[in-house]
């Protein structure tokens, strides 16, 4: 048998994290993996980039356990999964 070991670990979460209440002690959890270009900028203004604003979404239990694999859930604007809509603030 083969031993596996673990590479490395990654203990934090890059630019944005949001947990939303579902039921049965779940969690959706939107993960911002790419921030806009303007995150980049400096006072001065000088390191804007044309980067898009990419966020996944995934369910969580109250274990901290993935139910499902991350997927798209916005680009920039534009939303591509609706399906949590009701557990949202409203804009």
């Avoid at 944005?16 to 806009?36: C, V």
């Avoid at 239990?61 to 680009?75: A, M, P, T, V």
Wanted: hydrophobic residues 35%.
């Amino acid at each position: 048998m083969v031993e596996q070991k673990r590479v490395d670990i990654f203990a934090d979460v890059r630019y944005e994290a949001d947990f939303y209440s579902l039921e049965d002690n779940t969690y959706l959890m939107l993960w911002l993996i790419q921030p806009n270009g303007w995150y980049w900028v400096e006072d001065d203004g000088f390191g804007f980039s044309g980067d898009s604003d990419i966020m996944l979404y995934s369910v969580v239990d109250e274990k901290g356990n993935f139910r499902n694999k991350f997927q798209l859930f916005s680009i920039d604007h534009i939303r591509y999964c609706h399906d949590y809509d009701k557990y949202l603030p409203k804009d």
